[in-house]
């Protein structure tokens, strides 16, 4: 067998090796219809007219109950919303765990934006 037939076959003992990913986020959340809409509730204001101010909201509970699949799985349905209605919202995800400081948290934002930063560097206010 071939190196190419190899990685052309792919996993032998699992159908979607993808989902095991800590990245990975199910089309389906059970059990957070409510949490979902509790956020579009919030922010309706942001998808009706983007240039307006937004809620801050705090996902809060223990380790491991979904908070950082409902707050992803929420960013990409207000992707899709607003991509259908043509109205420019983008979703970022920063984990401010990782991220700490200001400046990273702006990096964060700006490379899941495609925004060109030069490598010289930038200030947090600068950027």
């Given at each position: 067998?071939?190196?190419?037939?190899?990685?052309?076959?792919?996993?032998?003992?699992?159908?979607?090796?993808?989902?095991l990913?800590?990245?990975?986020?199910?089309?389906?959340?059970?059990?957070?219809?409510?949490?979902?809409?509790?956020?579009?509730?919030?922010?309706?204001?942001?998808v009706?007219?983007?240039?307006?101010?937004?809620q801050?909201?705090?996902?809060?509970?223990?380790?491991?109950?979904?908070?950082?699949?409902v707050?992803?799985?929420?960013?990409?349905?207000?992707?899709?919303?607003?991509?259908?209605?043509?109205?420019?919202?983008?979703?970022?995800?920063?984990?401010?765990?990782?991220a700490?400081?200001?400046?990273?948290?702006?990096?964060?934002?700006?490379?899941?934006?495609?925004l060109?930063?030069?490598?010289?560097?930038?200030?947090?206010?600068?950027?």
């Amino acid at each position: 067998m071939s190196i190419e037939e190899i990685w052309d076959r792919g996993s032998l003992i699992f159908k979607h090796e993808d989902r095991l990913s800590i990245d990975y986020v199910p089309m389906y959340l059970p059990h957070r219809k409510r949490h979902l809409e509790m956020l579009a509730r919030m922010f309706i204001q942001v998808v009706k007219n983007p240039r307006s101010f937004s809620q801050r909201v705090i996902l809060g509970g223990p380790v491991g109950t979904g908070k950082t699949a409902v707050a992803k799985s929420f960013g990409k349905k207000v992707e899709n919303y607003s991509l259908r209605r043509n109205i420019n919202i983008r979703y970022a995800h920063v984990n401010c765990h990782k991220a700490r400081t200001l400046f990273l948290i702006m990096k964060t934002v700006a490379k899941q934006l495609n925004l060109p930063i030069p490598q010289r560097g930038f200030s947090s206010h600068e950027l």
